[in-house]
């Protein structure tokens, strides 16, 4: 059974730029949520995608967007990058929306993002 | 707005110790999961519980669920340094989209 991947692992990025993180869903996973977490805090939900489509949106501005793929991968995009986004960008994987184990996640190691 | 809250923040302990972790909220939640994360890795699920007043054993871990599935706490029986890590608690949203997570606790273990 294949975990969930990511990618970058690391990037650094300056004020303004846009970035693309990458996420490989859990075999037989088809809902995909993206976390940040920033130093010292818990994760903070930015969005989920099930069947292709967001399905839940944490608060976090229109600049932060996503899309999955039919494979159940998925995107997270960030643009005009500011300081404050360093943080770690966490993608998780779980099961149908809906069911009994819908709110276990299985997480990747996440992407470090720097900005400078 | 759902909020946890997790006490102590930080927690450094010898070797052999025994602690507790709590995991506090105004809000009712369907069911609360802990999970443990590691420097450099992503958060992996320790245990579900649902039922109010439910307690749960992972080997030296023990879980229990408030009856008003509130409050949730994580016990830890003769600390090991293998236990070091963040201690996340975390709760199903409202809308059943999104795990809101409590700050979490980081644990350290010496021998």
């Known amino acids: 059974e294949t975990g969930v991947t990511q990618s970058p692992t690391h990037l650094i990025k300056t004020r303004g730029q846009q970035v693309t993180l990458r996420c490989s869903s859990q075999?037989?996973?088809?809902?995909v949520s993206w976390y940040q977490q920033a130093l010292g805090q818990g994760p903070q939900f930015i969005f989920q995608y099930y069947r292709e489509e967001e399905n839940g949106r944490g608060n976090f501005p229109p600049r932060f967007s996503g899309l999955q793929f039919p494979n159940y991968s998925s995107e997270l995009n960030v643009n005009a990058l500011e300081l404050d986004d360093s943080a770690l960008y966490l993608c998780?994987?779980?099961?149908?929306?809906?069911?009994?184990?819908?709110?276990?996640?299985?997480f990747g190691e996440g992407s470090r993002l720097t900005v400078l | 707005t759902q909020l946890l809250e997790q006490s102590p923040q930080f927690l450094s302990i010898q070797e052999g110790e025994n602690l507790t972790v709590y995991c506090n909220s105004s809000?009712?939640?369907?069911?609360l999961q802990w999970y443990r994360q590691e420097p450099g890795e992503g958060p992996v699920l320790l245990v579900t519980v649902v039922t109010g007043g439910e307690v749960k054993k992972l080997k030296r871990l023990t879980f229990q669920f408030g009856d008003a599935r509130k409050d949730s706490s994580l016990h830890i029986t003769a600390a090991q340094p293998g236990d070091t890590g963040l201690y996340l608690c975390a709760g199903v949203n409202q809308a059943g989209t999104a795990l809101i997570f409590g700050k979490g606790t980081t644990l350290s273990v010496s021998s």
């Open positions: 809000s009712v939640f369907s069911s």
């Open positions: 998780a994987s779980s099961l149908d929306v809906g069911t009994p184990k819908a709110g276990e996640l299985f």
């Open positions: 075999s037989g996973h088809n809902t």
